[in-house]
Each structure stands twice: as C-alpha cells, then as structure tokens.
C-alpha cells in the first residue's frame, strides 16, 4: 500500500463525508469544531492532501501535519509511533520545499546605527493631541526631528535592523512623507539613496516570531500607513502591519505566505486604496483567507476615511466583522 492509498484510509476511518476535492486533496466534516450556534457541522470544510497528510479546516481554520491529526483524533503517541510512524516519514518528503530564505532580499547587510534615534528622542505632541498614546508612540519608536521639523518613524526589515527614516512635516511643508537620504549628511554618515520599500512590511519584525510559530495562527491585518497601524495595535490588535502605501508587491505577499494566517485587508477607504484593496486579494486569494475590513457607517461615504479616523471600538468591531473577499466584491 502506498502513502496515498493509507493516508485515505485514515480519512475514511475517522473522518465524516470523505470526498475528493482535485487530484490531491479530499474534504470531510471538521472533526475538532462545532458551529456558534452549538450543532455540529453538516457541510465539509475539512480538507486534507492526501499524499503529504498537510490538513485545513475552511471554517474554524485549525491546520496541522499527519502527526497532529492522528493525535488530535485520539490515537494515542504509542499507537503513532507503532502503527504510523513510517507513513508520516514518508508524507512529509511529500511536502512543498520550504521558500528559499534567501529569495527575496529582506534582510539588510548595511544597517543604520541604532544610536541615530537618540537625536529623535522628542515626544510629538500633533500625534498626543491626535489621540495616540505614549506607550503607542514609545512601541513604534515614533520620535520627533527638531531640526527639520518632523515627526519620524524608524523602518525595519524583517529581522529588526534599522533601514530607514521617515519624516512627515508638522508644517505641511514639503512631500507628505519623506524617507531621509541627504539629511544623513547632516550627521556625519554618509547619503542613504538604496532604499526599497517592496522589501518591508512595517511592524513585520515585531510580530513575525509570535505568529509564524502559532500552532493556530492568528489573523493579520494590514493598513496602509504608519498611523494607521499604530491606530489598529491602540485599539488592542497586536497583529498589524502597514504596506507604505496601496501597493502590496511579491515580497510583501512572500511574508504573508511565510505567517500563514488568515489576512484581513483595512485600507484606506479612498478609491486608491480601494484599487490597491482589490489588487491585494489578487495577489493573496490563490494562497491565503483573505478577508476585507469595512469602515463603521458613519464613515462609508468619507472618501478620506483611514482606520485612525475610527475609534478603538470601532476598530475592534470592524476586524470582528470582516467579511470574505467573495462576499465584499
């Protein structure tokens, strides 16, 4: 018997409904959940592939390998080892290869000095009065520029290190937003211009380790910018990252890939980020669960609507209430 043939016949020894679903997988009843509403589940969410013994459930979104199905189901650990050890050997060399660590690029080999954060060691009272908090603030490292009059957000790459500075005026003067190149100078380091943002999810290194090693990982949403973000963890949703913008390029959807949660879309509420919301599901939908974030009422029809335009409740209440993306188009 080969590891196909046994892996389905343990689906169709502790599994409801079994059916095939493609050439490689089956669905089945989710044995490890029951509905809100107390009744166990009638229609199959379960799915399984039948050569790696990798398994999903669409529904509660419990996932594991063989090993942790054969345990969750009630076989006991001598059992497994006795009965099914040489089968999940063999499943797991049937298993997708691990993404390449080193494609793409996301670890910077020419970090800026830490200590150049020391000179941003100023509160910015505009982001206080706006409602942010200072233990938000002191999380994000949010400083202040004295001298350029900017508020300032550090950039990470994946492993934590320090790649890059934002400025945004308090005066409105110049861009909106400027990533510091030329003001390096100003402090005896030289001119940074080898900057690529496709390569960082903003607040991926903070939360990357706890949600990649989650047995069940938790959801992840991401927003568009730095207020948003820090709006979104106030609001008590640890798990947030901003894109820098409406684009979300294939390094941005290779991080996402490696969480491996469920992905809830709260772009801004403006026809770009409307654009960059249904470009995103395009890019994850294949992949991922991707849910999408509706603004509260009073804020539907405010094309300048950003997820720090609502209040912590609100913000909560709308993560809750996420629809599909099948739903939301």
Not at 53 to 77: D, I, M, P, T
Not at 85 to 95: T, W, Y
Not at 246 to 251: C, I, L, N
Request: hydrophobic share 40%; charged share 20%.
């Amino acid at each position: 018997m080969n590891v196909r043939e046994e892996i389905l016949q343990i689906a169709n020894r502790y599994l409801q409904k079994v059916r095939p679903s493609g050439p490689e997988n089956i669905m089945a009843i989710c044995p490890f959940h029951i509905k809100s509403d107390g009744t166990p589940e009638r229609n199959p969410s379960f799915s399984m592939n039948s050569y790696s013994g990798l398994w999903f459930c669409h529904a509660c979104q419990s996932r594991g390998n063989l090993f942790s199905f054969l345990k969750n189901v009630g076989v006991n650990g001598t059992e497994i080892e006795r009965a099914y050890r040489s089968l999940i050997n063999d499943a797991v060399k049937n298993m997708p290869p691990a993404p390449d660590p080193l494609k793409p690029k996301l670890f910077s080999t020419d970090p800026i000095q830490e200590g150049l954060l020391g000179i941003f060691d100023n509160c910015p009272t505009a982001l206080i009065n706006a409602g942010f908090t200072e233990d938000t603030l002191r999380h994000f490292g949010v400083g202040f520029d004295m001298q350029h009059m900017r508020i300032t957000y550090p950039i990470r790459d994946l492993a934590g290190n320090l790649v890059a500075i934002s400025g945004r005026p308090v005066n409105d003067a110049g861009p909106h937003y400027k990533i510091y190149d030329t003001e390096y100078i100003t402090w005896g380091l030289p001119q940074r211009i080898n900057w690529d943002k496709r390569t960082v999810l903003w607040h991926a290194n903070d939360i990357y380790p706890r949600v990649y090693f989650q047995t069940v990982p938790e959801s992840v949403v991401v927003v568009e910018g730095f207020k948003a973000c820090m709006a979104v963890w106030q609001a008590g949703i640890s798990n947030v990252v901003a894109l820098l913008g409406t684009y979300m390029s294939w390094e941005h959807k290779w991080i996402l890939e490696r969480l491996g949660a469920p992905v809830y879309l709260f772009l801004d509420n403006n026809e770009p980020g409307k654009t960059g919301t249904r470009r995103a599901i395009e890019a994850l939908k294949k992949s991922m669960f991707v849910y999408i974030v509706n603004y509260p009422e009073r804020l539907q029809e405010v094309e300048e609507a950003q997820p720090d335009s609502c209040t912590s409740v609100e913000i909560k209440e709308q993560v809750q209430n996420a629809v599909s993306y099948i739903n939301w188009q």
